[in-house]
């Protein structure tokens, strides 16, 4: 099964759940993120783990240590208006990188979440960006 087709079977059984299925991931919360095609302009729903600050959330643009950034990272950078939803809330969220020192804070935090995030770090030469999501 292709990775798109897993997402969106993902994506589907949390809807109907209201994330009862799908809501956690590698002992980690999952939330969606829609953002819109930066070519296309269609909407575009992700799942991903996230690490809960506050109000903020911050999920990690990982592609699982590919050598290109994910397409939803690609598109919040086009239009940072997105969408998050945790089991049945869907809340507009504006989109952004997290800047040097935020970044500091949340890497080992995220990868005490998970702990692939390192593994997918040590693999690319990119470096593997956060993003801080916070209500609109």
Do not use: C
């Amino acid at each position: 099964m292709t990775f798109k087709i897993m997402g969106a079977l993902h994506v589907a059984l949390y809807r109907l759940s209201g994330g009862r299925i799908g809501g956690r991931a590698f002992g980690a919360p999952v939330l969606l993120l829609t953002t819109r095609g930066r070519k296309t302009g269609k909407a575009r729903t992700t799942p991903l783990l996230y690490l809960e600050d506050g109000d903020r959330l911050v999920v990690v643009a990982s592609k699982g240590g590919a050598p290109r950034h994910p397409a939803w990272f690609l598109n919040l950078a086009a239009n940072p208006e997105v969408t998050v939803e945790r089991g049945r809330e869907r809340v507009p969220t504006l989109a952004r990188e997290a800047d040097d020192p935020e970044r500091e804070r949340y890497w080992p935090q995220v990868v005490a979440m998970y702990s692939g995030y390192e593994k997918y770090q040590q693999k690319t030469n990119r470096r593997i960006p956060l993003v801080v999501l916070e209500p609109r």
